[in-house]
DNA sequence: ATGGTTGGTAGCCAA
């Protein structure tokens, strides 16, 4: 099974990047962040006509919104609201082989990396806290859940993440308080890197480049904010992971490019 | 140090 995420910004304006995806990398399920459109407007038509018959969309105006696209038949999806706001960051299905898939939009913080005075930064961190209790929660459960988490997670954790760690130490997305924060999560149940699981850490690996670089392949200014993890029963059914960098070449382009792995359920 | 670009939507806000 093939799972992709990617953050699309506007699955509107780049329909046609999903089908190019489906031709290059023919993935069973694909989950979207950033889709920009509420419900009513959501493309089903489009989408199922790519063979995704299978779809849970939570989407609103402006802003937000994510989807879970699937070949494969699941039997319930949702998502829940987090920080008590209803503003579409989480969307869920249950897949055959008893596989859990939650796709989460973690906030971006705006661009002052104080909770104090940045209201954004106050909800990325305490998304991140909710998120944490929520992994734990599910852990005293009991039944060590065959669950994948994927999304835009905006933070970059490794140094390897950022294209300089100490020039981006006080930029939003890679700060220790953020990094602290998704390492919570993480250790919450033992979570995966899926990615770092087959690129080795001293490696740099990215999967977002600004728009705002004349050439962003020159520069390569990236930072890896997309990712893919798993419970620890489902590492042994990992078989490959990739970042589709090509991709931020597909105009109009995404500044965010498709994450990939395969798991042999 | 600053400004640089993009998308949704109708004036800027968010990233």
Redesign the pocket.
């Given at each position: 099974m093939r799972i992709v995420t990617w953050n699309i910004?506007?699955v509107?304006?780049r329909l046609a990047h999903v089908e190019r995806l489906t031709k290059t990398l023919n993935p069973d399920v694909i989950c979207l962040q950033e889709t920009?459109?509420?419900d009513p407007d959501f493309p089903h038509d489009a989408l199922a006509g790519y063979g995704y018959k299978y779809r849970a969309v939570r989407g609103m105006?402006?802003?937000?919104g994510v989807a879970i696209l699937s070949r494969i038949p699941f039997s319930a999806n949702g998502g829940d609201d987090w920080c008590g706001k209803q503003d579409c960051r989480h969307a869920s299905a249950h897949l055959p082989g008893d596989i859990e898939l939650h796709n989460f939009y973690i906030?971006?913080g705006?661009d002052i990396p104080d909770p104090k005075v940045n209201d954004?930064f106050a909800h990325k961190l305490q998304f991140m806290t909710e998120l944490a209790a929520w992994s734990k929660k599910r852990k005293r459960g009991g039944g060590a859940k065959r669950t994948v988490i994927v999304g835009d997670f905006n933070v970059a954790p490794l140094e390897t993440d950022v294209w300089s760690h100490k020039q981006l130490l006080d930029v939003v997305s890679h700060t220790p308080v953020e990094v602290e924060h998704l390492e919570r999560l993480r250790a919450a149940e033992d979570w995966l890197d899926a990615v770092r699981h087959f690129i080795p850490p001293e490696q740099k690996l990215y999967s977002w480049w600004s728009?705002?670089a004349r050439d962003w392949r020159a520069s390569d200014r990236g930072r890896r904010l997309d990712h893919i993890w798993v419970t620890p029963p489902l590492t042994a059914s990992l078989r490959r992971a990739e970042i589709v960098k090509d991709a931020r070449d597909w105009m109009?382009a995404s500044d965010h490019v498709p994450v990939v792995v395969d798991i042999d359920p």
């Open positions: 910004n506007s509107r304006l920009k459109v509420q105006k402006n802003y937000n906030p971006s705006g954004k728009y705002r109009p």
